[in-house]
């Protein structure tokens, strides 16, 4: 990987624990919290004929993981090159 | 009676695992237990979802979600959120630690044998439970299938492994898991597409769990509620679990897949921190494809059991099958579906006329008319009996069985792989025989490999004969989440973390994991004594907790650990800076 700026681990590391706490915040949302602290009351929306608490227990929780890894993996190569981290 | 499809299928996917294992022969120690740090993620992914997914996530998962609804939903996400744990918390750190297994990082970490030793011990308990059930599945799909002995099957299961591990390592078994893999999710899928098009309409069984009825403008989830509360069933998008339960058993699925060893060695496979992170999204990726069909598997089989077996009425096996279905639909009734009665064969479904009336009737425990129920089926028998109940042509019913063995073989191989390497690296080399020579590790990890799978093939022989192969799985959850996951976590994202610390962590939390599952399942243990209503199945996920509290406890007591060590903990947390730190590294030089 090209590192053209001057290497800054602690930066990239700071940088690190934020992105990892904001992302674990959104796993345990959709999965503890929409699909089984808040299930009854999302159940009471739908999408399309599912009741939404519910799908997000069944299905949507899975996409928005896989999302979440994505995400992750974007941006860790984005700071890799920002802090001159070779990858 | 033999299907020649079965035989075929079953014939031609073993003959590819041996080629590759034949192909993918290991010359070195890194080759035999890291395939040489140079899989591509998304092979490694393919591989590690194919590790993953064993007998029961693609035998057993979509029948239990069809008899539990929306209980069904602890195993959906206890066991693909733990991915996002993997690639964010541990896989890209133990990566760039850059050793082979996963007490080697426990050992190195605290710089301690004895923390090593009881690394080694959780994981052979945590592999040796898991891998009982997968050798089970092997003989049932033999002796079932195949007109295979039920002992005989797990010999040729045995036979198998044996050779692509003992002779491949890491490397055979990486290869063989992908073509494992493709058999496995092609025997899923497509069975599935089938189903969700009789059942919704709709081809994608994505859209079909969300869609209507097919025919009708009813949304088919609601549809399925009305049915199986009007036989007597818990409505099927609710449980009669609590919330606290669902919770805690969800968590301690997640925690517990983070800390499999047999999961995280295969993130030492590739090439760097980066490729770690994206093979873990590769592998979620691999296993999403089957777990969103899995619920909607679930909801159309019950949906189709209720429809075509209920009320039905039952045909003799004395009876001419064509002869009298035609004689009772012409009598307006509703003959026993054909797949009903070639799979009755199997024992996976039971049929007991209480009431002499000669027609099925399907009932919950609170049935409005009262009627008892007359039929049990296995929670097996969904996903085997999809591709006849789709009326799909028999070359794809044949693949089915081939597809269970690919999804137990590719389990048992993994956990193979850790057992082997605990006994041969941990305790031989880094422990007990430091001045072995690479060729007599190779050697001995063969060794211990094909002890492994004597050993593995005797417990499912031996453990199908107790009744509780299916409740051991709950412990190797509950270890790993309580014991493991919380000292590789800790040894990772806090440096103060220490050997004191991290011995009381693992021991506190084998031990009241261990006692608690012991004593519930096994000790006369009643569910109104459950800690805070939470039953074995989650409890890991409540000692998790406590484990890591005393750990933490502990550390702050003890002195802190040696500066190398917190140096090296400071290269694994950034890519590209892991140098080499004398005790830390056990006379040996990082693998990079």
Redesign the interface.
């Known amino acids: 990987m090209a590192t053209t700026n001057k290497q800054d681990p602690e930066g990239y590391w700071k940088a690190t624990i934020k992105l990892t706490i904001s992302l674990l915040v959104i796993w345990f949302l959709v999965s503890y919290g929409a699909g089984i602290l808040f299930r009854e009351a999302l159940d009471n929306l739908s999408i399309g004929s599912a009741p939404l608490g519910f799908w997000f227990a069944q299905n949507g929780s899975i996409y928005v993981f896989l999302a979440l890894i994505v995400i992750y993996c974007r941006k860790m190569t984005q700071y890799e090159k920002k802090f001159g981290i070779k990858g | 009676m033999v299907d020649p499809w079965t035989i075929f299928w079953v014939v031609l996917t073993f003959g590819i695992y041996i080629g590759i294992a034949i192909w993918a022969k290991a010359g070195s120690t890194e080759e035999f237990y890291v395939a040489g740090h140079d899989v591509h993620p998304t092979v490694n992914g393919m591989a590690t979802a194919a590790d993953w997914m064993s007998a029961a996530s693609f035998l057993s998962m979509a029948g239990l979600?069809a008899f539990l609804g929306?209980g069904?939903?602890v195993y959906?996400?206890g066991w693909?959120?733990g991915?996002?744990l993997l690639?964010?918390?541990l896989a890209?750190y133990l990566r760039e630690f850059g050793k082979f297994t996963v007490p080697d990082f426990v050992g190195d970490r605290y710089y301690s044998k004895v923390a090593r030793v009881i690394a080694v011990v959780c994981a052979l308990f945590v592999s040796f439970t898991y891998i009982a059930g997968q050798m089970k599945g092997v003989g049932v799909a033999f002796s079932g299938f195949l007109g295979v002995p039920f002992n005989v099957g797990i010999l040729i299961g045995m036979a198998i492994v044996f050779v692509y591990a003992v002779m491949g390592g890491m490397k055979g078994i990486t290869y063989t898991q992908v073509a494992q893999y493709v058999v496995l999710i092609f025997a899923y899928t497509v069975p599935a597409i089938f189903i969700s098009l009789t059942i919704t309409g709709n081809p994608i069984p994505?859209?079909g769990?969300?869609?209507?009825a097919a025919g009708t403008d009813?949304?088919?989830?609601?549809q399925l509620n009305k049915v199986v509360t009007d036989l007597g069933f818990t409505e099927y998008?609710s449980t009669t679990k609590s919330?606290m339960d669902?919770?805690c058993i969800?968590?301690a699925l997640?925690f517990g897949t983070a800390g499999l060893p047999h999961v995280i060695i295969r993130f030492f496979t590739v090439s760097?921190?980066?490729a770690a992170?994206?093979s873990?999204?590769w592998a979620?990726?691999f296993i999403?494809l089957l777990?969103?069909v899995a619920?909607a598997v679930g909801a159309f089989a019950r949906m189709n059991f209720v429809d075509t077996v209920n009320e039905a009425t039952y045909i003799q096996d004395s009876e001419n099958y064509e002869e009298r279905a035609a004689q009772i639909l012409a009598d307006g009734g509703k003959p026993v579906p054909e797949w009903y009665k070639s799979w009755e064969k199997t024992g996976l479904l039971k049929y007991d006329d209480l009431n002499g009336d000669g027609v099925m009737q399907y009932r919950g425990p609170a049935a409005p008319d009262g009627i008892a129920n007359e039929v049990v089926p296995n929670r097996d028998i969904f996903v085997l009996a999809n591709p006849q109940i789709a009326k799909l042509p028999g070359w794809v019913v044949g693949l089915v069985v081939a597809g269970g063995l690919a999804a137990a073989l590719s389990t048992a191989a993994g956990l193979l792989m850790v057992i082997s390497s605990a006994v041969s690296h941990d305790l031989l080399k880094r422990t007990f025989k430091p001045d072995m020579t690479e060729k007599q590790e190779m050697f001995a990890a063969r060794v211990a490999a094909a002890a492994a799978v004597v050993c593995a093939g005797l417990l499912g022989i031996f453990a199908t004969q107790l009744p509780f192969v299916a409740q051991v799985v709950a412990f190797a959850f509950g270890l790993a989440a309580a014991s493991l996951f919380p000292v590789i976590f800790l040894g990772i994202f806090w440096k103060r973390m220490n050997k004191e610390g991290a011995i009381s962590t693992m021991t506190v939390g084998l031990v009241t994991t261990f006692s608690y599952i012991y004593y519930f399942k096994f000790g006369g243990g009643t569910s109104d004594q459950w800690f805070l209503g939470v039953s074995p199945e989650g409890i890991g996920f409540v000692f998790m907790w406590l484990s890591t509290a005393i750990g933490i406890g502990v550390s702050l007591v003890t002195p802190e650990p040696p500066q190398e060590i917190q140096d090296l903990v400071q290269d694994i947390?950034?890519?590209?800076?892991r140098t080499s730190h004398g005790m830390a590294e056990g006379g040996m030089t990082p693998a990079e």
């Open positions: 979600i929306y069904g939903s959906l996400m693909t959120g991915y996002v690639a964010l918390l890209p994505q859209l769990f969300i869609g209507n009813v949304g088919m989830l609601e998008t919330k669902v919770f969800t968590a997640m760097s921190a980066q992170r994206k873990a999204g979620l990726m999403a777990y969103t619920p947390r950034i890519p590209g800076q």
